[in-house]
């Protein structure tokens, strides 16, 4: 009897890691998911021959789809039953590989060769940088499309890096955007034919620089002020399951469906 395929991957030559996170057929991701890419990560954020780390998807035309909307439907479910607190989305494995990637104190870059979008945004959000190259056909945060909003880190992550007002139409609009269209928007910092061979060069550039003048810069430009934002985001999200709506529901009901989140208005 063979296992279940590794979701997550990692690949290190010289001083420089690639982690690809696959979950084949729809590449989704789930807290199963981001507690794989944290024990993948934390690792080489620890060890000193690794100077550089790429985060890529594991499937054509996926870097990460979005988020397990059936984990999110039975995780608000219980909410509303008494059976989870939700404070504990603020201490979710998805919040933790947030973290972990805005604590980083050296380059992780996001190469976005496809589909990402919701929570596969939220984490390419968090790394140092984003590369996508047009297979990236749809990057956004569409999660007002089905009645929820970003809760795992997006609304402060994409305030911080495109200006809380612009954020704010964004993901009122529940925008998906073209990589070109992501460019143009500042949500990615380059748009190239290949994200993965790009962010290789880019990683190979800061791995030969002071290992402490990267680290400095990293640190002293991280801000703790979104910690506290960040936990009551994830909070909020979890309270949705006390609005005494169908929500869980109609969210179960996407996840059963075969229709695109990219493709609904």
Known sequence: ??????????????????????????????????????????PLLAAAETRAIILTGGQDGIF????????????????????????????????????ILDAAEKPVIAAIDGLCMGGGFEIA??????????AATAIGLPEIRLDIFPGGGGTQRLSRL??????????LRGDVMT?????????VDEVVPCALDRALELAGMFAGRSTAAVSAI????????????????????????????????????????????????
């Not at 968090?126 to 590369?131: G, L």
């Open 218 to 265: 990293l640190r002293l430009t991280a801000t703790d002020e979104d910690r506290e934002r960040l936990a009551a985001e994830a909070c909020r999200f979890g309270e949705l399951g006390l609005t005494g709506e169908a929500l869980p529901e109609a969210l179960f009901q996407f996840a059963e469906g075969d229709v695109g989140l990219e493709t609904m208005r």
């Open 125 to 134: 959000l968090a790394c140092t940088m984003r590369i996508a190259s047009p």
């Open 64 to 99: 990460i789809r979005h988020a397990d909307v059936r984990q999110i439907a039975t995780s608000l479910e219980r909410v509303g039953m008494g059976s989870v607190d939700p404070q504990a989305f603020a201490t979710s494995a998805f919040a933790e590989l947030g973290a």
């Open 162 to 171: 495109v200006g809380r007002h612009r954020a704010r139409l964004f993901m």
């Open 179 to 187: 990589a070109s269209q992501a460019l143009a928007a500042g949500l």
């Open 1 to 42: 009897m063979t296992g279940k395929p590794l979701r997550v991957q990692v690949e290190s030559a010289e001083d420089v890691a690639v982690v690809r996170f696959a979950n084949p057929p729809h590449g989704t991701i789930s807290n199963g998911g981001a507690a794989d890419l944290v024990a993948a990560i934390r």
